[in-house]
Structure formats: C-alpha cells, structure tokens
C-alpha cells in the first residue's frame, strides 16, 4: 500500500518546500536518533524527519503525506516510552517542538491555548512569570515532555485527583485530519473562547488515546487551576496493601488534596514493604493549610488510632523533593541498573484492584529478577488510579533489555487479566488490549480510522488487530 | 498531660508496680521528668519500658519500624587513626562542614550509622533497640577509632551523644570506656584560648534547648559561658531552661499534630517577643524542624557553633 | 574514547536542553537546529552508535558534535548525578577522537591549523599580537604585580581589542599595575582543548607557562573568561599554577575609588553571564557587583541568568568556525531578543566573545537603535568624571 520508496526523493523535497532547508533531514543521524525513544521497543528507522513551525505547514505536509501514501508519526517529545513514535512503517517522522508558543491565557475562566509542541516546562514557566496565580496539571515526565503529547495519551499529573486525566482538562483542540482539513473541536468551533468541549457534540475523542492514528493536533486548549502560594505534603505510611483502597478513599473523599500519589519501592532498603501515600494540597493562607492537613488526618484517624498507619513527621526541607513539580529524581530511575532506561505500564484500574495490582508486581519483579518501582496516581475522587510497574534497564545490556521487555509484556498481559488498562500501550499491548476488547468496539475504531484517514498514513501499525 | 499532685503519684505508682497508666500512652516523650526527678530514678527510662511492656507506641507501628530501618548500622566502618581532639558527628554528615578552624583546632571528625547513638528510641518505646545497638556502637567507636590511636576523649558535638554515653549508658548498665565531652566544653575552651580574635556579636539571642539535654542538666552553664565570650545575650523567656518546651517534631511523629503545632507556635512567640535577632540551636533535629518558621517569624536560625565560628571570623550572618 | 562508558547512560529526558526555571530552551545547539540529535541527549546516543558501528563519522556527524559550545547548560541541568559531570568532557572525548581520525568540519580544521601554525585561531602573525597597545602606554611585564593576558580575542579582533583598551586603561586607572607578556604570547588554548585537540592545547599551554615561569609571573587577570577558565584550572595540571583573576574580579575591589558623573541619564542594564565565568567557575557576583555600584543605572535580570544564562554561542570554538551560524535560529539572536524584552538599553558582557557574537546579533536583527552591547569597562568609563 504504501509506495514511499517510490516517492522518498520527491516527499523529501517536497517537505524542504514547506519548511526550508533547516526543518528538513533525512540524515543517519536523524534516522537513527528518531527510530527509538528511551524505552525498550526495538528501532524503526523513519525515512525522514520533519519539523513544521506552523498549522499552515503541518497541513501541507500532511497532505503530501497524503497524495503519496507515505506513512507519517507526529512526535511531540518522545518521552512516552513506550515507543508510540516510531515509524512502525518508516516514513516520515514530523517533530511538533517548533510549534511551541504560548497563545493565550485566560485567567478568569482559567484555560491555556498552546501550540501542540508547548513544552510542560515552558508553559509551567510562562504561568510562574505571567500568572502567578494559575498552574496547568504538569505530569512528572521531564519538562520537555509536551502538553499535547500528555493529553493525547491521557496522561496525568500533579492535578489529577482534582481534575481527573489530563485529557478530562481539554477545553478544545485544532487537528489536522489525515486527509488536510483543519478543524476546530470544542467551543472554538463556534465560539472565540476557548473554554470548554460542551455543549456540542464531543469530537475530541476521535483524537485522544488513538497514538496519533486519526490526526495531527495542532493546537489545543486546558483548564487551568489555582496556584496556591503556601503548598505542603503529608504522607501515609503503612505496611498493609489490603487496606490502601480504603485509605485512598477516605483521603481522596476530603476532596481537597490536589494530588495523590502511592509509592511503593524496595530500594532503598528502609522503603521495601511499605506502601507511602503522598498526599500535596495548597492553601491561600497557613491557617487554610493547616485545616486541610487537619482534614485529611482526620480521614484516616481510625488507623492512626490503630496504630496501623499514620503520616511520616517531615520537616519542611525534606518535603522539596515531594513538592517539586515535575519530580526531577524520577529521572534518576533510569540509571539504577547504570543504563539509562526505563519503562513502565501504566495501568489504569479501580482503586479496589491496588492490593491484586501490588502481589502481580512483586511477583513480576520477583521471578524475573527485574529491577523495579511501583506506586499509583489516584484519578479524580478515586474513580481510577494509574499504576505503575517501572522497571529499569541497561540498554548496552541485551540480556538486561530483552528481562525488562518480558517483564512489561507480562505486566500488560496480567493487568488486562485483572480488568485494568495499560495506559500509551505499546504495538504488542495495543493488540492485547484489541483481543479482549468488545468486538464492536475494535470494529467501530476501524471504521473511524478508515473514515478519517482512507490512506491509513497516520502513525500505521498502532491500534491494528493481528490479521 | 495535667494532674494534680494526688492523681500524679497515683499514676507513678501504677508505672512503678507495671500497671497500665494514662502516662503510659499520653506521655510526649518530652525527657523533663528525667531532670526534675531529685533521687535519679530516671522516671522517663522507666515510662519507656512500660510502653514496651504492654505493647504501647507512641507512634504507630510502621512509623517505629521503617525509622529503625533507616537507622540501622550499615557495617561500612572502617579503622580510621584519630589524634585529639575526636568530634563524634553521630549520623550527621551533612553537619561535617561545620567542624573546622579556628573554632576546632585540627580536628578528627568521626561519623556514620555504625555510630549513631541510638538514644533517639526512647522517643519510640524501644529500650530494646539501645540495648542491642548500644554496646556494639560503644566498642564500633572504641576499636575502630580511639583505642589504637590512643585517645580516650570524644567529644559529643550533639547533646544525644553525650547524654547516651554520661547518662543513658549507665543507667542501662552499658560501659563506656572512653570520656565523653560536651562540645559546649570544648567550644568553651576554645573561645578562651582564642578570645583576643572573638568580635563580639553583640545581639540578644534566643536558645532552643533540646530535649536530651534534660538528661544532662549540668551542662547547661556551658551555653550561658559560650554567649557570654562571644557577646551574647541569652534572653530570659519563660520557654527555656528547665521551661524548655520540645521542638515538636517527635510528636509529629507520634501522629499528635495540633499538640505539636500548640507548642511550636508557643515556643517561637516566646522567642520573639523578646525581640532576640537570632534563635541559637545545639541540635539538629530542632533546627531542621524550627529554622523555618523561626526566620518567619524574624529570627537568624543558626547552630551554636556556626555562630562561634561566625564569631571568631568576623562574619555574623545579619540577625 | 574516554568516557565512553557514560554515554549509554543517558535517559534523553531532556532536562539537558533547559535551564533550571524550564523558560525556554537553553542548549545552544539545540536552540539553535531543533533536531533532537543535536541536544546533548542525542549527541550522546550518537557518539556510542558511532563506537558501536551503527553509524559512519559523516559530515552531519562532525557538524553535531562541534556545534556543542560547551557552555555546561546539561552538566548543570543533567539530572543522573554519577554522569552529569562529565557530559563536558565525554563530548570533548568525543571531538577528540574525530580530531584524531582526521574528520573534523573544514572550519574546524583550518582553525586547528592556524592555532598551531600561529598560536592563534585568526591566521595573523605573532608580532601582530600587540597592535591593541599602540598608544596606551602599557608595557611588557617585568615585575609588575600582575600580568595582563588579552588572549586571541583582544588582541586579534577590532571589537576585542577596543574592549582590551578599555579595560586596560581602567585598571591603569584605578592603580593595577601590570605588563603583558607581547608578541611571546600564543593563544590560552582553551577552544583548542574544548574542540579536542588536546596535544595542540598541551604544546600551546606549555609555551605560555615557559614564558609566565621565566618572567616569574604570580599574578594574572585575563581579559577573557575562556582564558580564565584554561589558566585557571588547566594550566595547574601542566605545571603552571598562578593566582588567576577576572578582570570583572579586579575591578569589582577598585571601583569606589572612581569618580563618576552626576547627571547623567539614567539607564537601565542587563548583565549577560559568559559561561567560562558563571557556570563553570561559579563567579556571578563581580560584573553584578560593578554595576549595582554606579550610579544611574538600572539593573535587569534576564529570565535566563546566572547559572540560567544562554550561551551566546561562541565557545567550543564556534566564534571562529561559526558552525551555530548556520542554524536557522540563532542563540546569539534569541539572547538579544531576551535582553530586549527586559526593556534595558544595553545588554553588559563581560567576554570579548560575547561581545562580537552579541554585537553581530544586534547588527543582523537591525536593533542596534534598541538596544547595545557594552563592556563592564566601557559602561564604566562611560560614566567616568
């Protein structure tokens, strides 16, 4: 079907047309650094990478992609880590970083308008300087993940238990179809304000979760929430999974934590088999603060009567790096097997699921002699959490890959097994997930996909039944 | 805790005779009773027993475990030759930078977990902890460091250490073969010996006395004689001395947060209502816990003997 | 290849490529072409696929590596703390082991080849070295408390050389006593040792230090913060060690004893760190200090300051091999435009490096009615009674 090797020198100048001389490669160097992101999928090596500074030159390349049937991957920063933007079929690569710029703020009904290759530094940067008084639900990948590349996955972050996924905080997006049209999704399709999804008929959903299947999201816009001045942390240690769920939902039905977040970790030694439960709020004055603190206790006195759990006594300077967003040292799991890798299945699941999720991980860890981390991001007033499975690796290793690879093909497995999601799946997970999905539904995502893009250039190989 | 004099020896006697006592569980771990008691029958060691008796914790159970963990020696000790004077840091590395010249003259500087003195358990009810670790960080000190290079003094730079080995150990019945030295002392000493370079701070201090120095209240002159050689004044407040109210971190620990927020808020008012520039700290604990909120509420935090050494280089931080 | 072993080691998370406060970005390769192979991330990855034999030592290849500055934004961003220190020189490893195969760009070969032919990157003969002086009255260094050492810059180039008359006039003024070393002088040969030609840094070093242990130098202050840095902390490994200042250092002690102006308008300053003095040897307080001294003028902090700051894209021998030049988006011009949203009239440097490349970034955008480059001296001298 596709006919890029045929037209690879044409496509190519074709895209220097668009973008200029600078914009355009298709050097080994690109190739191979674009064929891989930092988790453990193998190399698929692009054809070309692109980089659009505009929504006119992204439409452009879009439909040139089209006309020869080249396949094509928008790449926000390539730190899913599950591999979601390689090119499964070479092609084309397209690099959204250029399109980074802050568009609008509007700080009384509180939402960003952002070009889809904004930063997550950038934009928590822009609101420190220009508006103090607003902050956006920032994930703890590293700063330069993207904002858009976050929702599209339904990511989340350090808003979540507040404002659920990230993608649950879009406002509206501008997409490029496959086919070239651009269009407007949300109340900026009637209306100059960028402010919520409703009351039209939601189209937002063709593009999120589909790995960038169904288009190319140029623009979009999120809520925005209250930065508080004064932000403090309490967290929950106790040694009993079994009965986390609970804690969680006591703690989470307060609602006034802004983020919380379970850890779980056996190094370092003094952390294995306890289970840490973080729980950041903010307040105008310390007056404030202290009743929230007072309330979430208060939530979970029965165990600290019982003495079977009960909130670590941080002092204020061992609270930064739980303050910190994002969390710089999450980064520093990659070099715990001194390899620069790491990968994790985000599962998203009930909360009941924790203390089944935690005995599948130990187990996981355990028999492969994986090196791992574990923990879980509440989402909304405990509607769901995201688990984590995060295993380490060395990637000069092989051996040390291919154990952290069976190690997250097993987790996917057993997490679907359990009635949990693995969340940015990668291509082998996204046909598990197909397998046991609803036939209609795998049927209905095909025929959306075939009405969108009839060409099926976009981001081929993801979310594709083994036939 | 509040009682009359009657209910008071009331519930000493319960304590006594191993009954169970509202003490027993309501105790903050604050250490006074151990100074106030005139006969030396360490009322506070005994509560601790009590509490470990029947089960009690002041703090709840993974709380108690996960910090004997993160205590716990690492058995990373080495031989080390020491010459006089020996500073014991206990488990304080990060606090190393702080022994230096002139205030210390050629110092030796020993530190680590298989050092830590341990007496941070009675916080915890666990006697038993002590009396394990106890003797083996006794002769970890002994063998690794001073015996072979023959000193027999070390001196304590936190109050812990030095009411561990003077106190604590012979009350638990553990020997100690060396001398143990108050810092105080030695920094006293030293500001003697070096008086004609001291600039004189000239402010009004307030100090934090921690809770283990109830243990060994004979030390206490040595603090009024520092702030004197440097040009100090130790404000009179109705929170220090045999007054002193705890930092309040260890009943955080012990899940008692308004108690704690009560005592912290109390305290720091004292001291800044008696205008003092600076709040003066021996102890590390209550400088982590109350340096915030002290510089909120206008005061210099500073460590006793940074502010010597500040004194003897002319470079007081401005209170 | 030195340091080898830490290049697998690299997450690519990309905290490498912004500074601390995540503003923008602030690799100046980076900034500058926007391929992720040119952020320290992909430079890594691709160094130890070039080891494994994954990819050829092609042109692109060459142009990645030494379109690094080396102005130490990742080793001060780099969160994996075992390697973050030695990102620098893995990278410095990396050029080298290009140098020695003989593959390095041709703008970097000719510079190598005039360093080594003339003991300058600018292909001028040695008695050339002191045509800045003409004029000043300033003598060779006899025993003299310190030594002056211009380096290429100042001596060499129109614009280095009115700053290094600048500063050498104010120093005369304010009672520093100092020679130079003249036509014996060869470059510092820090840009040598930053674009891998180790051997050649080590034969120009050794000349200098001959030279500096034969005058029995004890005392010098650079002009330049690339000098700085080598005489500083290279030169000591080879045998030279001297008491190295900053002229920013010198001058921040002697100020008070000048007489300024009092009516003159006020106006408004913003300080650009140079990396050879902030991020790798920790000094941002002296420029800061000289300016907060004079009177009328204005300090402003640009977002992106002190250990934040953008290199302007001189260093790793770039002001001479201008390969950032050829980025669509240059670092140079993207500081300027930083220093004009902060609305000051004159963006300070400190380094006759960033001097030209802020100069020239002035000149290309047309903002030069907006906003000016001027030295610490010269803003100083401007305000002189």
Redesign the interface.
């Known amino acids: 079907m596709y006919r890029k090797d045929k037209f690879m020198k044409q496509i190519y100048d074709i895209l220097l047309e668009i973008v200029g001389p600078g914009f355009v490669s298709d050097a080994q160097e690109e190739k191979y650094i674009y064929s891989m992101d930092p988790g453990t999928m193998p190399a698929c090596e692009p054809d070309i990478v692109v980089m659009p500074g505009s929504t006119d030159e992204v439409q452009k390349i879009v439909q040139a992609a089209n006309t020869y049937r080249v396949p094509l991957v928008p790449l926000g920063a390539g730190l899913v880590l599950s591999g979601l933007s390689r090119a499964l079929k070479g092609g084309i690569v397209m690099d959204m970083k250029r399109m980074n710029r802050v568009l609008e703020i509007n700080e009384l009904s509180r939402y960003a308008l952002v070009e889809a290759g904004t930063s997550q530094g950038m934009l928590q940067a822009y609101l420190r300087k220009h508006f103090p008084n607003l902050k956006h639900s920032a994930p703890d990948a590293p700063p330069a993940a993207t904002v858009a590349g976050n929702v599209c996955i339904h990511g989340s972050g350090h808003m979540s238990h507040a404002g659920g996924f990230h993608s649950d905080m879009l406002n509206g997006l501008e997409v490029v179809l496959p086919t070239g049209e651009v269009v407007r999704i949300g109340s900026c399709a009637t209306s100059p304000y960028w402010f919520a999804r409703a009351p039209l008929p939601d189209l937002s959903g063709l593009f999120l979760g589909w790995a960038g299947t169904t288009g190319v999201i140029t623009k979009l816009s999120i809520k925005l929430y209250p930065n508080y001045p004064l932000n403090d942390v309490s967290v929950f240690v106790c040694e009993d999974a079994s009965i986390i769920p609970d804690i969680l939902y006591q703690i989470t039905g307060t609602q006034v934590a802004e983020d919380v977040t379970t850890w779980m970790t056996p190094k370092p030694d003094w952390a294995a088999g306890f289970f840490h439960c973080n729980v950041n709020y903010g307040a105008k004055t310390k007056k404030e603060l202290i009743w929230k603190r007072n309330l979430i206790r208060s939530a979970v006195e029965s165990y600290i009567d019982a003495k079977t759990g009960g909130f670590l006594p941080l002092p204020s300077m061992m609270k930064q790096r739980f303050l910190e967003v994002p969390a710089r040292q999450l980064s520093l799991f990659a070099d715990v097997r001194k390899g620069g890798g790491f990968e994790y299945v985000g599962a998203i699941m009930p909360v009941e699921l924790f203390p089944k999720a935690y005995d599948l991980g130990l187990d996981i860890a355990d028999r492969l002699g994986v090196s791992y981390s574990m923990g879980c991001r509440i989402i909304g007033i405990n509607h769901s959490m995201m688990f984590f499975y995060a295993y380490a690796f060395n990637r000069a290793d092989p051996d040390d890959v291919a154990r952290a690879q069976s190690a997250l093909e097993e987790t996917n497995k057993k997490v679907l097994d359990l009635g949990g999601i693995p969340w940015k799946a990668e291509a082998p997970a996204q046909k598990e997930i197909l397998r046991k999905m609803d036939p209609n539904m795998v049927d209905l995502m095909g025929r959306v996909r075939s009405i969108l893009d009839p060409n099926h250039v976009m981001n081929p190989g993801n979310w594709e039944e083994d036939r | 805790m509040t009682f009359d004099l009657a209910e008071a020896k009331r519930e000493k006697t319960k304590i006594n005779t191993g009954e169970h006592s509202r003490v027993l569980t309501e105790c903050a771990t604050c250490y006074s009773c151990e100074e106030y008691c005139p006969n030396g029958n360490h009322p506070f060691y005994v509560i601790v027993e009590r509490q470990e008796e029947k089960g009690i ?1 002041p ?5 108690t ?2 910090q004997i ?2 205590m716990k020696p690492k058995g990373t000790i080495t031989p080390m030759k020491v010459s006089a004077p020996v500073i014991d840091m206990c488990y304080f590395p990060m606090l190393t930078g702080s022994i230096r010249e002139p205030l210390y003259e050629n110092p030796s500087i020993i530190v680590g977990s298989d050092i830590f003195c341990n007496i941070m358990w009675l916080h915890f009810a666990r006697n038993s902890v002590i009396r394990e670790q106890l003797p083996r960080v006794i002769e970890n000190i002994w063998h690794y460091y001073l015996k072979d290079s023959n000193v027999d003094e070390l001196i304590c730079f936190h109050d812990e250490c030095y009411a561990t080995f003077s106190h604590l150990a012979p009350a638990f019945n553990i020997q100690v073969p060396f001398k143990p030295i108050h810092v105080f002392e030695y920094i006293s000493g030293r500001l003697d010996a070096l008086k004609d370079t001291i600039k004189p701070i000239n402010a009004r201090v307030a100090y934090q006395r921690p809770c283990s120095n109830r243990l060994i209240p004979e030390t206490q002159h040595w603090v009024d004689d520092i702030f004197t050689k440097i040009g100090a004044e130790r404000v009179e407040r109705k929170y220090d001395r045999e007054n002193a109210l705890c930092c309040g ?2 009943l ?2 012990h ?1 008692r ?2 108690m704690a ?1 009560d005592i912290q808020n109390r305290n720091l008012d004292d001291m800044k209502d008696t205008g003092a520039a600076y709040c003066v700290f021996n102890c590390p ?1 209550c400088m ?2 109350l340096a ?1 909120p002290a510089a909120e509420k206008g005061m210099f935090p500073i460590h006793l003997s940074d502010l010597c050494q500040h004194a003897l280089e002319g470079n007081v931080p401005k209170g | 290849m030195k340091y080898a072993e830490i290049l697998h080691r690299c997450f690519r998370c990309g905290y490498c490529k912004l500074p601390g406060n995540y503003i923008d970005f602030n690799c100046s390769a980076y900034a500058a072409f926007r391929f992720e192979t040119y952020s320290p991330g992909g430079r890594m990855w691709l160094l130890r696929a070039w080891l494994d034999e994954k990819i050829e030592p092609s042109r692109r290849f060459q142009e990645i590596l030494f379109s690094c500055t080396a102005c130490g934004n990742c080793v001060e961003q780099c969160v994996l703390t075992k390697i973050k220190d030695e990102l620098l020189l893995a990278f410095t490893a990396g050029k080298e082991a290009l140098v020695c195969e003989g593959k390095v760009p041709p703008p970097v070969r000719d510079c190598l080849t005039k360093l080594q032919n003339y003991g300058n990157p600018y292909g001028f003969t040695r008695k050339k070295r002191t045509a800045w002086t003409v004029g000043t009255g300033i003598e060779a260094f006899s025993d003299q408390e310190f030594l002056f050492f211009p380096g290429d810059v100042g001596a060499f180039d129109s614009r280095g050389q009115e700053i290094a008359r600048s500063v050498a006039t104010l120093l005369n003024r304010v009672g520093v006593t100092f020679g130079i070393l003249g036509d014996q002088e060869v470059s510092d040969g820090n840009e040598t040792n930053a674009m891998g030609e180790s051997e050649l840094f080590r034969l120009l070093a050794e000349e200098n230090i001959k030279h500096f242990n034969e005058l029995n130098v004890k005392k010098i202050i650079t002009l330049s913060p690339h000098g700085f840095n080598a005489l500083k902390n290279e030169y000591p490994k080879l045998g030279g060690t001297y008491e190295v200042f900053h002229y920013t250092q010198i001058l921040a002690a002697h100020t008070g004893s000048l007489s300024f102006e009092n009516d003159l308008p006020e106006i408004s300053v913003t300080y650009h760190d140079p990396c050879y003095l902030g991020r790798h040897n920790w000094e941002y307080g002296s420029a800061r200090k000289i300016l907060a001294s004079l009177t009328g003028v204005k300090a402003r902090e640009m977002d992106r300051s002190m250990q934040n700051a953008l290199c302007c894209g001189g260093g790793g021998g770039n002001l001479f091999t201008d390969i950032l030049g050829k980025g669509p988006e240059s670092p140079a011009q993207n500081r300027v435009l930083e220093a004009l949203g902060t609305g000051a009239d004159i963006l300070a440097v400190s380094c006759p490096t960033c001097a030209v490349m802020l100069g020239d970034a002035v000149k290309s955008t047309n903002l030069d009615k907006r906003i000016q480059v001027r030295e610490i001296s010269e803003i100083i001298n401007d305000r002189l009674k």
């Open positions: 914790l703090s709840p159970a993974p709380i475990r996960q963990l993160m971190q260890i955080r620990a899940q947060e308004e927020d604990v982590v816990t915030e």
